[in-house]
């Protein structure tokens, strides 16, 4: 039985790329990248359940992470045309030293062959296992 070779589309590859630079704006406070890359009617659920619009997220993106460290562990991108899932999953660090896993869903949307993010929503443990 031959193995299945698993093929990336460009757009999966551009989608894996925004998540990394995603994770690397929210670890460098850089508020541009989002201003860039965000819809105007993006919103985030955080994990305490708070919801922040564009405008809040960046203002709390300028106040820097909660977190010392933040390492990526899985990324699943999931394409439904003009609109995909990017699924991530991460361990991070507090700045309590207490440690913590992350899992999250970006939704993005394809407007002019640009992606842009129009919601995330982030879900935070204290459990360590990863599955």
């Known amino acids: 039985m031959a193995a299945q070779i698993e093929s990336r589309s460009a757009d999966e590859t551009t989608l894996e790329r925004l998540n990394t630079e995603y994770i690397q704006a929210y670890m460098s406070s850089d508020t541009g990248w989002y201003d860039e890359h965000l819809a105007d009617e993006f919103v985030c ?3 305490d359940g708070t919801v922040l ?7 709390k993106t300028a106040e820097g992470p909660d977190v010392l460290d933040y390492q990526l562990v899985r990324v699943h991108v999931r394409m439904y045309g003009r609109v995909a899932l990017v699924h991530g999953t991460g361990k991070f660090t507090r700045k309590d030293q207490s440690s913590g896993v ?3 869903t970006d939704v ?3 407007d002019a062959n640009e992606w842009k993010a129009v919601s995330a929503q982030i879900t935070r443990t ?6």
């Open 102 to 104: 992350s899992r999250y």
């Open 108 to 110: 993005y949307v394809q």
């Open 126 to 131: 204290s459990r360590l296992d990863i599955e």
């Open 45 to 47: 659920i955080e994990a």
């Open 53 to 59: 619009d564009k405008t809040k997220f960046l203002r």
